[in-house]
């Protein structure tokens, strides 16, 4: 498989990636007897936007392994949901949407919940949205995004947002 390019605006840069073969997406947890053989995994929650059906279950049955998936067909859906749950520590949206577009939407969670790491998915037409404003999101993806590379995206938001570095 060849590596897929990432582009990550805020040093606008591009860089080959391949997932690991170990996912820093799921954390390993132990349990309150301390025992290695009583650990389990917890997969973090992240919440993906998008207006159209099928994109948004492509993207759960592409990340399902790895976090859990919550979705909003709506930019306003999202932000109610952030209202009564603003502890995912990853969102990623698509730019074109009917009445807030991804990157007004990704505005308004960078102000009211600076911790969590964003991400824009776009088929088209996000580029200089991006570029004008890069500190708006950590990772741009294009549509189609091959599924290593939306791993690989996710897996840096995870650990940015872990690290306080929204």
Same mark, same amino acid.
């Given at each position: ?8 605006? @805020?040093? !606008?840069?591009?860089?080959? %990636? ?5 996912? !820093? @997406?799921?954390? *390993? =947890? %132990?349990? %309150? ?6 650990? =389990? /995994?917890?997969?973090? /929650? ?10 948004? *279950?492509?993207? @759960? ?26 502890? $995912? ?15 007004? $939407? ?18 088209? #037409? @996000?580029?200089?949205? =991006? ?6 999101? $950590?990772?741009?993806?294009? *549509? ?5 590379? +939306?791993?690989?995206? +996710? ?8 690290? #306080?570095?929204?």
């Amino acid at each position: 498989m060849l590596p897929s390019t990432v582009r990550s605006p @805020a040093k !606008g840069a591009t860089k080959n %990636s391949r997932r690991p073969s170990g996912s !820093g @997406a799921a954390a *390993k =947890v %132990s349990s %309150s007897t301390g025992s290695a053989d009583s650990s =389990v /995994r917890a997969r973090p /929650r992240i919440l993906c936007v998008d207006d159209e059906p099928l994109v948004l *279950k492509s993207l @759960a049955a592409s990340l399902r392994k790895h976090v859990e998936v919550v979705s909003a067909n709506s930019a306003a859906e999202a932000l109610e949901l952030l209202e009564r749950d603003p502890g $995912f520590p990853v969102v990623i949206s698509d730019y074109r949407m009917p009445g807030m577009d991804g990157g007004a $939407f990704l505005a308004q969670v960078r102000k009211r919940f600076p911790s969590i790491v964003r991400l824009l998915l776009s088929g088209a #037409g @996000a580029d200089s949205v =991006v570029l004008d404003n890069p500190e708006l999101v $950590f990772r741009f993806l294009s *549509k189609p995004c091959p599924r290593e590379t +939306l791993l690989r995206a +996710l897996d840096d938001a995870l650990v940015r947002g872990a690290v #306080g570095l929204a």
